[in-house]
């Protein structure tokens, strides 16, 4: 087995370096809404872009580029990126603005008070415009990365 086969791996490289650049530019939206930097972003849900749709983006096309878009792999990779972006988009979005809605509410009834308690994570899942440049993102780190990796 070889195990630095792990690193000739385009459709896995593309994916991760799709990933990566999505939570990293995250930092830079956010300082120029807010003016100041938080650094928890590079590991935390939701945001622009949604980085959990550029991953399943960039697995996806890669896969598509790798093993041919009429294969079960690709197949496969395309089921799970609809489960996964529909998740995000979603669900998510929609449990993100509950918990949205019930911190206001505690907001309102404890006016004046100090609330000890943690708040709920409010940015939980994706807009559509966050999730589609999460698929332009991935769509094209993943084709550059197979192109530059099979020459």
């Known amino acids: ?4 086969g792990v690193l000739r791996n ?12 999505a939570q990293g530019v995250k930092l830079p939206i956010e300082y ?22 550029t991953l399943v ?4 096309h890669g896969t ?15 089921a799970l990126a609809m489960v996964v972006i529909y998740d995000a988009t979603g669900i998510r979005r929609q449990a993100g603005l ?3 809605m019930i911190n206001a509410m505690v907001q309102d009834l404890m006016e004046g008070h100090p609330l000890q308690q943690e708040k709920l994570a409010e940015v939980l899942g994706h807009s559509p415009a966050e999730a589609f440049v999460g ?6 780190v993943s084709t550059l990365t197979v192109l ?4």
């Open 10 to 21: 385009p459709v896995l490289i593309g994916a991760l370096i799709a990933w990566s650049l």
């Open 64 to 78: 598509g580029m790798v093993a041919g878009f009429d294969s079960p792999a690709f197949a496969l990779a395309v």
């Open 135 to 140: 698929l332009l993102l991935g769509l094209t």
């Open 98 to 100: 509950h918990a949205e």
């Open 1 to 4: 087995m070889d195990l630095l």
């Open 57 to 60: 983006t960039a697995i996806a």
């Open 148 to 151: 530059l990796m099979r020459g």
């Open 32 to 53: 120029v809404r807010s003016r100041r930097w938080n650094w928890s972003l590079l590991l935390s849900t939701g945001g622009m872009p949604s980085s959990h749709t």
